[in-house]
């Protein structure tokens, strides 16, 4: 495969993959009266657009294996709100 000098090629890292998020997941809700619904819808829909920058299979699709794991938590803790923090929160309120 031929690369143009000079072109960007986008990498797939943690700390890359992070810099790309849509703002939408930068500043989550964590609203304790909803338990940890809240975390699940979160890491649903981080993990649906991780699968589409990566070009893994929707998470419905039958062919999905265990290696079609999207780096969620990874990504969750690289821009700071590990879902520890989610049951922190949830914990103490």
Known sequence: M??????RRQTNTVDALA???????????????EGTNGLQQYHSELSEWLRQ????????????????TPPTIQV???????????FRVYLTH
Not at 2 to 7: E, K, L, N, P
Not at 19 to 33: A, I, K, Q
Not at 53 to 68: A, F, I, K, N, T
Not at 76 to 86: A, H, L, Q, Y
């Open 19 to 33: 810099e790309r998020l849509p703002s939408r997941f930068l500043s989550p809700r964590l609203v304790t009266g």
């Open 76 to 86: 969750m803790t690289e821009i700071g709100i590990p879902p520890s923090e989610w």
């Open 53 to 68: 920058e990566l070009g893994l299979l929707p998470q419905d699709d039958p062919r999905v294996s265990v290696r079609d």
């Open 2 to 7: 031929t690369t143009r000098r000079g072109s």
